[in-house]
């Protein structure tokens, strides 16, 4: 291996662990096995024509195929595009035809919801075991395990023509609005950026430490920067990795027992879930995405869970873990609040503090700035969207979008999101952070704060409670006005106004759709 | 940082953990101060003339100035020659005008010993608290404390013209025959190299497991691959480095219950006069560079040492680390073993066994083959020394000079120098795993297996034992047929004759000297 080249992952995993599997859809496959698969797929491919540069999409679960399809596509130079299956359809369709995908690539888990593409795409292939279905809507319709079948047991032809800066894959953001945004990644980019991640995990002692040793299963999507570079890491550490399909939570903690899974990664929306399953537990999650509530932290250490929070993102990779200061007992609630938010951004990331103006702001604890963020993983734009990414990638930077102060302890805290943060005379009050302190509440289920219009302050803070049982605005109010005292927000914070609802809509990635929300309360009474 | 550029490491730290600390010759500096220093004495150089592609020899042993120099010629885009203080005097001469040191910079602990180069050398910079001194033999003499305090506090001119693919630095290995060949590092080789090394320690749950919550000192000195990585390190890792200076074992106990240190690296020599004093124990060492006789590694458990094993070089950086397999039970003697021999090889690192005819020999636990690697850090030649590049650096790989074997569970064994081994009858004698073998005897102190000259079979092996006690060749000759009854040897590997002798010569870098063994005993009756 001369360069970060993602199939040259493939040459130390049969090396140094030829026996270790892979599990998917019932099935195993040794690290040999599945190199021979994917030499075998990356060569009939070949002979159909796909060579560098030829853009694949890719619409699937995390499956032995789908993972079979990162390492092939790199053997070719071909362009890994990873459908993002919760985009609308026509978003879905936006994304392929900006992508320039030349095949399709689907499962049948998706084939049916799929059929309107066929006719618009020039060559599909179908990632099945069942050989017996056939597609008259599609141009040229293959096989995959008959293409596989096909392949000669070599490497392809232009394996050696591959380099470490050559785009790898292109993924599209759930944008909450206007179009999806797509990100290519180098070869080099997304490996240096997952080993990062996962590496930084290592170096801990608590949360989601990870080792050689670990079982792992993403439940995080393929399409979400490779399964937040699960695609990669256990065949680098030569550990076991367990492909859950469209396992429902129950599905899940039966591979987990099954499988002896330690290691996961998922959404907290996912964790929730799974913690409402009997008998999950004592394993160790790595969430983000989206906050964090203390109330599913307290549950998932109950659960002897060790969980850390990432923040990071499909226009950045990995930017920060969160972890337990040295100075703080592990074994204490603090411990676990800053595993809950404070993020230590990864080695070799750096992390300023903004201004309006773009002047950097110190890290004192209080003064509350933009993000911005440099690594040496960094893309330099979004995929042919100039107007956007001019207001995103600054001078070596991407502007995240965020908004975020540094502790004392230079803990990053991330705030809010700066279209999301409420200006009140004059005065940023960030909505992330009092959504994280209501929802200390052990009744709060979800809530967002969003601006109300008002006459004299420009916006007031309004908050949005659902609730599992009746509580009274007083208990709310009597918990921030805890935080007051002991210095952990603004008097002048605390909402005007609480609105209990049954449901909070939220988007498709499972974040709060603030958009929704303040059409529907910002000039509410 | 866009970039793998040394002096980038900087801005992490600063951001991450500014209050960390650095220890050095009984003082103490932030981060924070530390960069200080760093951009002060990079300006002042910059302003003496040393610029981009300007060659700095450094001979000093690991202090603070040291490591300063590091981070300054990087900034800078200075080329750090960090000069090998073990070389014979000529050869250290050698080095300096082949690498084409302008400048030198020397320690008041070298001062005296390099006072004969002061007139080859243009410019001298003593490194030192004492700015008493003067160097009439110098044509310029300045005093880096002098230097640094005129010193703007900003970044020097020129820093963003660094760019990864720049020298970084030049080393010179301790050949034990010819001249020393020179290895020059580029920053991103360097750092990626570096990073990979102890990301995998961090990975590993037995041995010298590392974190950022350790306390780090290198025994290494910086001339041998900047203390191994530990140049970059602590600093990547927001951790607490001690740098030793001179201390001898017993100074350097003192310093490990001051400043509880509790992950160091060092050769198996220096572990062993460790071990020889009173209180020392309960810390991870990271050991490498000559073979580890299984008595030391007892003795290490016994003292409650966790450590590992690195199989690299200056010339190929790191390759491999001992581990704990997976199915062996880490409180047996049977792991310590393991921990011992069994390289695990870094995850994006190949291995490949090759006959003489460079044809690849099997991982099948006995063929024995040249030990050729190749990684994403690996130099393409020896610096201006085509002759002996065309022999180890072929198509890509770095032919080592190591014989070794991969067992069945795919851990690398490194049997011997492929100029050690015995020719026999025409098969391979690996003389390191008989040497490893003889040094289970708990009165053998060292051992070296040389070949003895044989009319019948070519060679013979011969041992040249020291030992604590008195012993008789009977008993090493039982122990022996106890390896070859459980099949860890062959029979016809049993040396011939065992010579007991009072010391054995060993090289500069403390290895056994087979040059001057076989001189004396090849031909021996």
Not at 123 to 141: C, H, K, Y
Not at 398 to 424: C, H, P, Q
Request: charged share 20%.
């Amino acid at each position: 291996m001369k360069n970060f080249v993602v199939h040259e992952l493939l040459y130390h995993a049969i090396i140094a662990h030829p026996d270790q599997v892979i599990v998917s859809d019932g099935k195993q496959f040794t690290f040999r096995q599945f190199y021979t698969r994917v030499v075998k797929i990356a060569n009939s491919l070949n002979k159909q024509g796909i060579k560098k540069g030829t853009v694949i999409g890719v619409l699937d679960v995390n499956s032995h195929r789908f993972l079979e399809m990162h390492y092939a596509c790199s053997m070719l130079g071909a362009i890994l595009h990873t459908i993002n299956f919760r985009l609308a359809p026509e978003q879905m369709v936006y994304s392929m035809e900006h992508a320039g995908d030349e095949w399709l690539f689907v499962s049948d888990v998706f084939v049916e919801a799929a059929k309107p593409l066929f006719s618009k795409f020039h060559n599909l292939v179908l990632m099945s075991d069942n050989r017996g279905q056939t597609f008259p809507e599609a141009q040229a319709a293959f096989h995959y395990e008959e293409l596989l079948e096909q392949g000669e047991e070599k490497e392809p032809d232009g394996i050696n023509d591959v380099k470490e800066t050559d785009i790898f894959s292109i993924f599209y953001t759930t944008g909450t609005t206007g179009k999806p945004k797509g990100i290519q990644y180098q070869h080099r980019t997304i490996i240096t950026g997952s080993i990062q991640l996962f590496h930084h995990l290592a170096l801990h002692k608590y949360g989601a430490r990870l080792s050689s040793r670990d079982v792992y299963m993403p439940l995080i999507p393929f399409f979400h920067i490779h399964a937040w570079g699960m695609a990669f890491f256990p065949l680098y550490l030569g550990a076991k990795l367990v492909l859950p399909g469209v396992a429902d939570p129950s599905g899940q903690l039966a591979l987990i027992k099954k499988e002896k899974i330690s290691w996961m990664n998922m959404v907290p929306t996912q964790l929730q879930m799974l913690l409402d399953q009997k008998g999950f537990g004592n394993v160790k999650v790595l969430t983000g995405g989206s906050p964090f509530a203390s109330g599913i932290a307290q549950k998932a250490q109950q659960a002897g869970i060790n969980f850390s929070l990432i923040y990071g993102g499909s226009d950045q990779l990995a930017t920060a873990i969160s972890v337990v200061p040295e100075e703080v007992d592990p074994h204490t609630s603090e411990a676990l609040e800053w595993l809950r938010v404070g993020m230590r951004p990864l080695p070799l990331v750096e992390v300023s503090l903004r201004a309006k103006d773009g002047r950097e702001l110190p890290h004192d604890g209080k003064s509350i700035g933009a993000v911005w963020v440099r690594s040496p993983w960094l893309p330099n734009c979004y995929y042919k969207d100039p107007e956007i990414s001019k207001v995103h990638f600054i001078d070596g930077w991407f502007r995240t979008g965020d908004l975020g102060f540094f502790s004392a302890n230079n803990l990053l805290y991330v705030a809010d999101r700066e279209g999301d943060a409420i200006k009140s005379g004059g005065e940023w009050i960030p909505t992330g952070m009092l959504e994280a302190f209501i929802s200390e509440h052990p009744a709060v289920v979800k809530v967002a704060v969003i601006p109300k219009n008002d006459e004299r302050w420009g916006q007031r803070p309004l908050a949005i409670v659902k609730t599992s049982e009746n509580i009274s605005r007083k208990e709310l109010l009597n918990l921030l006005k805890t935080k007051v005292k002991k210095g952990k927000l603004s008097k002048f914070w605390i909402p005007d106004q609480f609105i209990f609802v049954d449901e909070i809509p939220l988007t498709s990635a499972g974040k709060l759709n603030k958009k929704v929300l303040r059409e529907r309360y910002s000039n509410a009474k």
